[in-house]
């Protein structure tokens, strides 16, 4: 979107600072508003079938990118989340009870647009005893039904660390399991107030350790420093880590963090190339890039990539 949020460029100035409200994006930072009939007919038909997207919910900056490419990134189990993460425009609250016809009408529509690949994400459900895992089962097991030759990369929340409840989600046979880290483990507590670094890594782990190509994403510009990110590129590449992606960290309101400084395209492509001479084997980085963005152009990367590590359909995964 082409709105400009009224954040800082660098430094810390203080929310009430006057001056915050006349700074605006760099110019690699804006994009025009989402229009045009791909854009709308889908925007009607996700409304038509009350399906939420994190598109829309987060205020993903490249939905009209994404939309009229018929690119979008599906959000279940509602679009209230059971936590207050500092970064993210998600409504938090109290969720209404889980809507159990959600995974048929998301099969549909993901079936109806006729995909080659898509993402699959969630708010956070620790109110439920599974933290949503059986509809995360049941709405892969739909799509694998419905859009048989679709490949699915699904981004999940931490389950609280419940490995029984990531195991859930792994034997439904997703093609890709991502779950971000979105910082360092410096900022981690002060950025996602409930979650932990340590907790993430190891979903990401246990994934990993059964034979998941695995995914995650890092958010840069909230004060994290090179040799951080250089630290953790080190220990994703160590975990066997296949997909990273690496973007600007936009202010959503005032009453979210603020932007500790704009990172130039050119920092992101140099941490692209350190990250890949790692030997992680794809990078999206970016000012723009988010957890799901150009996702729909990894069908093929992900099927050579099944194929060199043995992995063949759905039934994929080693048993536990």
């Not at 009209?64 to 279940?76: D, F, K, Q, S, V």
């Not at 907790?199 to 994934?207: D, I, T």
Request: negative net charge.
């Amino acid at each position: 979107m082409s709105r400009h949020l009224p954040v800082v460029a660098e430094g810390t100035a203080p929310a009430d600072d006057p001056a915050r409200e006349r700074r605006r994006h760099p110019r690699w930072l804006r994009v025009p508003m989402p229009g045009g009939t791909g854009y709308h007919d889908l925007r009607a038909r996700v409304k038509e079938l009350a399906l939420h997207t994190v598109c829309q919910s987060a205020s993903c900056p490249n939905i009209g990118e994404c939309w009229n490419n018929r690119a979008l990134t599906i959000m279940i189990l509602g679009d209230i989340c059971t936590r207050s993460c500092r970064f993210c425009d998600v409504a938090t609250g109290r969720p209404l009870p889980v809507d159990e016809d959600e995974p048929r009408r998301v099969a549909e529509i993901l079936a109806e647009l006729q995909l080659h690949h898509t993402v699959i994400t969630s708010v956070d459900r620790d109110d439920l005893p599974d933290g949503g895992a059986g509809i995360w089962a049941r709405t892969l097991h739909a799509c694998h039904e419905h859009a048989p030759t679709m490949t699915i990369e699904v981004l999940v929340p931490d389950f609280k660390g419940n490995l029984r409840d990531v195991d859930t989600v792994l034997d439904a046979m997703p093609d890709v399991f991502a779950h971000n880290l979105e910082t360092v483990p410096r900022l981690s507590r002060q950025v996602r107030v409930q979650a932990r670094y340590d907790r993430s890594y190891a979903v990401l782990e246990h994934a990993r350790r059964r034979g998941a190509l695995t995914k995650t994403g890092l958010m840069l510009g909230l004060g994290e420093t090179r040799s951080e990110l250089e630290e953790v590129i080190d220990q994703l590449a160590d975990l066997g880590l296949t997909i990273l992606t690496l973007g600007q960290y936009l202010q959503p309101s005032k009453r979210h963090l603020a932007i500790e400084r704009y990172v130039h395209p050119d920092e992101f492509a140099e941490l692209r190339a350190y990250a890949q001479a790692r030997g992680i084997v794809h990078v999206e980085s970016g000012p723009l890039v988010r957890s799901s963005y150009h996702a729909e152009g990894q069908a093929e990367l992900i099927a050579r990539l099944q194929s060199d590590h043995g992995i063949i359909g759905f039934a994929s995964l080693p048993a536990r």
